[in-house]
Nanobody, 124 residues
């Protein structure tokens, strides 16, 4: 059974940092692209970042470039999202998701498996 389990969300002041973790199981870690998405109240879910395991390539939403970093630990089957210089507009539920080997975008439709999400709240 494919599972993605997020953790690391919480309440932080603007300018602070959080690190989200996504532990994946039930599939071969290196065969997938892993992405982070977020959904704020009343807004559509948007892609934040993804890591293409086949070549280590990464993509970022323009508004998080230079502040967020995606990485992975193969030994732990875990993908991280380090979030620095957080802003109130980063407040959302953050989800990790898995897409096929050749996926290389932040389009939701490419992602087949989703975690339950973790809440990130940034107070101003």
């Amino acid at each position: 059974e494919v599972q993605l389990v997020e953790s690391g969300g919480g309440l932080v002041q603007a300018g602070g940092s959080l690190r989200l973790s996504c532990v994946v199981s039930g599939f071969t870690f290196d065969d997938y692209t892993i992405g982070w998405f977020r959904q704020a109240p009343g807004k559509v879910r948007e892609g934040v970042s993804c890591l293409m395991k086949r070549d280590g390539g990464t993509l970022y939403l323009d508004s998080v470039k230079g502040r967020f970093t995606i990485s992975s630990d193969n030994a732990k089957n875990t993908v991280y999202l380090q979030m620095n210089s957080l802003k109130s507009e980063d407040t959302a539920v953050y989800y990790c998701a898995a897409a096929g080997y050749y996926a290389d975008s932040l389009h939701r439709g490419e992602y087949d498996y989703w975690g339950q999400g973790t809440q990130v709240t940034v107070s101003s």
